[in-house]
């Protein structure tokens, strides 16, 4: 009896028997080298050139986007702070149900002024432009606590800065990777 499957060795690990080939160039890999997509197994060599095609943010849209998001990321907290000086409850109320709405609004602005290019390193840095954004209000709101200001009203809004920040932070971050919240 003849064999007809010859055996097969995995290109990176030339000693290595393998069963396996990348769907995408039919390249022999062995269980180590393959990586697991959606469509199937592929060699790390076909993962980086597909990767490169996403990855196609220009200069100019990192500071687009950071400008942008530190901008209305910083105009949020001061309504924050502005609503919950006039009335804490409704503050904490409206930034609960609005805040994700406002982070998913930056994240489309910033899509679109970008012409829809991605980058890894573009999400990175708008959620921490977003994020620095909303510290200046929360220190502005921490101030007082630490120097001896402890009333009830003053902690209500230094929870509705925390919300505000970690929830707009969070929310574009994964809106611009594609997550939908």
Known sequence: MSDTNPILYCANHPHVETGLR????DKPICAHCAKKT????????????????????????????AVIGFSLSLLGGWLVTFLSRLVALIAGILVILLTPTYGIAIAELIRRV???????????????SVAIGSLPFLLITIIPI?????GFGSLFRLA???????????????????INI
């Open 22 to 25: 990348c769907n995408q160039c």
């Open 38 to 65: 959606p469509t199937g197994y592929r060699c790390t060599e076909c993962i980086k050139v597909q990767q490169k095609i996403f990855d196609n943010a220009q200069w100019q849209d990192f500071i687009f986007a």
């Open 114 to 128: 970008v012409n829809r290019r991605r980058s890894r390193t573009l999400f990175q840095i708008t959620a921490v």
């Open 146 to 150: 630490l120097f001896g200001s402890l």
């Open 160 to 178: 509705w800065q925390v919300i505000y920040a970690f929830t707009i932070t969070s929310t574009v971050y994964y809106r611009l990777r594609g």
